[in-house]
C-alpha cells in the first residue's frame, strides 16, 4: 500500500504560504508588497547535487487535484523500475496572453498541501526532484502560447509571477526539492532582465538547492541571467531529420552538430546544460517536428525508437562539468490517456532502451 507523506509539522507554514500567494495573485492584496515575504524564516538546510545520480528520469505534469492516489502509486511504479529523478510540472493560469493577473486554478492544479504530499513521497522513496512551475494559457488562439504573452501591464505581471514563483520555491525547500526551475519557456520575458535576477536573488532566500531555467531549444542564447543559476536550462525539440524512414547514423550527425553549439555556449557561459524536457511522439513525422504536440501522421514507433537511440549514444559519458542530464518528457500516472500522438514511452517499444538510460548504464 502507498503510504502518504504529509508533513503535519509543517502544515501552519505550508497553508500560510498558501495565503499569502493566493492573496497577492488575486490582486486581493498589495502588488507593490508581496505577501510571500512575510513568511517565517526557512531552516538552514541544503540538499547537494554532489554525490547523487546523473539526472536522468522523467517529468510528470501534477495537474489533476483528484488524482493523488494515482500520483503517489506511479511513483513507487518509477522507483521500481529505476527512476531516482523526476521532474514535477505544476502550473498557474493566466486569461490569455494580454493578461496580467496570474492565479491558480483549483479544477486542474494541486493544491500547496498535495504538491507537498507528492514531493515528499519521492523524497522517502529516494527519488530526487525538480519542481517546475509553469504558466499557461486558458484562452489561446493561433499562435498565442506562454512564450508571447505581452500582459498589459509588465510590472503588474511580474508581481504577480513573482509571488507565484518565491510560493513554489518555499514548497520545494520544505519537501527536500533538489533542483527548482524559476520559469519555462517565458520567451517575451526574458529581455527584462532586471526583473529576472531580482526573482532570482529572491528565490535564493527560500530555496537552498540548485537552480536552472527552462529556456526553448532555439532562444535559450538570448537569456542573459544564466550566472546567477546553476545550471544552463533548456527543452530540447531540434529538428533532427526531414526522412519518414532515417537511420539513426543520420541523426547521431545531426545531433553532433547541435550539440558542438550548446557545448560551445555552455562553455563560455562556465555552466552545465540540463535538458529540462526532452521526447519524440510516437508518430511518423517526430524527428521532423518533435515540437508539434499536435502533430499529423501515422503512428510510427520505430522514429521514435530511432529518436531515443540517438540521443543516447550523442549525450552519454560527458563530464558532468558540461553535461548533468537530462527530464523525458512524459510519464503519465496509470496509463497514457491516448496512443496516437503520446510523448510517453509507456507502453512503446522504446521504453526498454529508456530504462536502460535511467539506470545509467
Known amino acids: 500500500m502507498v503510504r502518504r507523506f504529509a508533513a503535519s509539522i509543517l502544515v ?24 510571500t515575504q512575510r513568511l517565517a ?25 483528484r488524482g493523488i492516489s494515482g500520483y503517489l502509486r506511479c511513483i513507487v511504479k518509477l522507483r521500481a523500475m529505476g527512476c531516482t529523478w523526476i521532474n514535477f510540472v505544476i502550473n498557474a493560469r493566466q486569461h490569455d496572453v494580454h493578461a496580467d493577473n496570474i492565479h491558480i486554478d483549483p479544477q486542474v492544479s494541486l493544491t500547496p498541501l498535495q504538491i507537498h504530499e507528492v514531493l515528499l513521497a519521492a523524497h522517502h522513496l529516494g527519488i530526487h526532484t525538480m519542481l517546475m512551475p509553469i504558466v499557461l494559457l486558458n484562452h489561446a488562439t493561433g499562435n498565442d502560447w506562454r512564450g508571447v504573452i505581452k500582459p498589459k501591464s ?48 529572491l528565490v ?32 530540447s525539440y531540434y529538428d533532427l531529420s526531414d526522412s519518414k524512414d532515417p537511420s539513426v547514423a543520420e541523426v547521431v550527425a545531426h545531433w553532433q552538430r547541435i550539440k558542438n553549439r550548446i557545448l560551445t555556449f555552455a562553455a563560455r557561459e562556465r555552466k552545465p546544460v540540463l535538458f ?17 504536440y499536435v502533430g499529423t501522421g501515422l503512428i510510427n514507433p520505430s522514429n521514435q525508437a530511432i529518436a531515443y537511440q540517438a540521443f ?18 512524459e510519464w ?20 526498454p532502451l529508456i530504462r536502460h538510460w535511467i539506470s545509467g548504464k
Open 12 to 35: 501552519g507554514t505550508i497553508v500560510w504560504s498558501v495565503t499569502a500567494f493566493v492573496l497577492n495573485v488575486s490582486g486581493m492584496g498589495s502588488p507593490q508588497r508581496p505577501l
Open 41 to 65: 524564516p526557512l531552516p538552514p538546510l541544503h540538499y547537494p547535487i554532489s554525490g547523487v545520480p546523473p539526472i536522468r528520469g522523467f517529468s510528470m505534469q501534477l495537474d489533476n487535484p
Open 154 to 201: 509588465w510590472s503588474l505581471w511580474f508581481t504577480r509571477y513573482r509571488a507565484y514563483i518565491l510560493a513554489a520555491a518555499t514548497w520545494a525547500q520544505q519537501a527536500h526539492v533538489n533542483v527548482f526551475c524559476v520559469g519555462s519557456e517565458l520567451l517575451s520575458t526574458e529581455p527584462f532582465n532586471t526583473q529576472w535576477l531580482r526573482i532570482i536573488r
Open 204 to 235: 535564493r532566500l527560500r530555496f537552498t538547492g540548485k537552480l536552472t531555467y527552462s529556456a526553448n531549444w532555439d532562444h535559450y542564447q538570448y537569456v542573459h541571467f544564466w550566472p546567477q543559476l546553476n545550471y544552463i536550462g533548456m527543452n
Open 276 to 292: 529540462t524536457e526532452i521526447g519524440w511522439d510516437n508518430l511518423d513525422n517526430t524527428l521532423a517536428k518533435p515540437w508539434d
Open 312 to 329: 543516447v549514444r550523442v549525450w552519454r559519458k560527458l563530464p558532468e562539468s558540461s553535461f548533468v542530464g537530462a527530464f523525458i518528457w
Open 332 to 351: 503519465y500516472p496509470g496509463c497514457k490517456p491516448t496512443d496516437y500522438g503520446a510523448y510517453s514511452p509507456q507502453g512503446e517499444p522504446v521504453l
